[in-house]
């Protein structure tokens, strides 16, 4: 056994760029590193004022997402919680693919994002982003035309039950907690 009980668990700190200029980066624990999915745990969200979608407190000060990053994707998908653990739905941000240096990650927001609640409705979010983007030249016709495509692909494959991958719903919070012998909330 090892001194360092997180040494199978490193942190990544994922670069998260979103035009024109701004970038952000998240730490986070990695907790399965596969070759189709990385699943990572972001704990203790500062979201404050909490995010509400439709109305709903979906995310808020405090909570717990479970992450699935997929190479060569132009998604990401979380699993989000409450602050007291409570599952709230998923969230798939439309992204770049991402570029994996070790530890360190790289990729960027196209703004599009999907929510699918508890009950699998899926709808997609923030299309005046994107359309904002494309006006001001912080995204391309032809990278604008492959997000909404790729949008366009995660809601066809909601309805049909064929997303999001069996993954997202095998790596749930109670087993991440679990595999990183940590509490739940």
């Known amino acids: 056994m090892s001194d360092h009980p997180h040494d199978d668990h490193p942190t990544v700190r994922i670069h998260y760029k979103r035009p024109p200029n701004r970038v952000q980066?998240?730490?986070?624990?990695l907790v399965h590193n596969g070759d189709g999915v990385k699943v990572t745990l972001a704990r203790d969200m500062p979201y404050e004022p909490p995010m509400r979608i439709e109305?709903?407190?979906v995310l808020e000060l405090?909570?717990?997402v479970v992450w699935f990053t997929f190479p060569d994707?132009?998604?990401?998908?979380?699993?989000?919680h409450r602050a007291d653990g409570t599952f709230t739905g998923l969230y798939a941000n439309l992204l770049t693919p991402p570029v994996f240096t070790g530890t360190e990650w790289e990729t960027t927001d196209l703004f599009l994002d999907v929510w699918m609640s508890l009950d699998g409705a899926a709808m997609l979010l923030d299309e005046d982003e994107l359309d904002e983007a494309l006006g001001r030249e912080w995204v391309d016709a032809e990278t604008a035309a492959r997000v909404r495509e790729e949008a366009h692909h995660l809601l066809e494959g909601a309805r049909a039950g064929t997303w999001p991958p069996p993954e997202v719903h095998a790596w749930t919070l109670e087993r991440?907690?679990?595999?990183l012998g940590l509490e739940h909330p």
């Not at 991440?176 to 595999?179: D, G, R, V, Y």
Request: proline fraction near 0%.
């Open 25 to 29: 980066i998240f730490e986070q624990t």
């Open 62 to 64: 405090g909570s717990d």
């Open 55 to 57: 109305g709903q407190v």
């Open 176 to 179: 991440c907690l679990q595999e």
């Open 73 to 80: 994707q132009w998604h990401d998908v979380g699993r989000f």
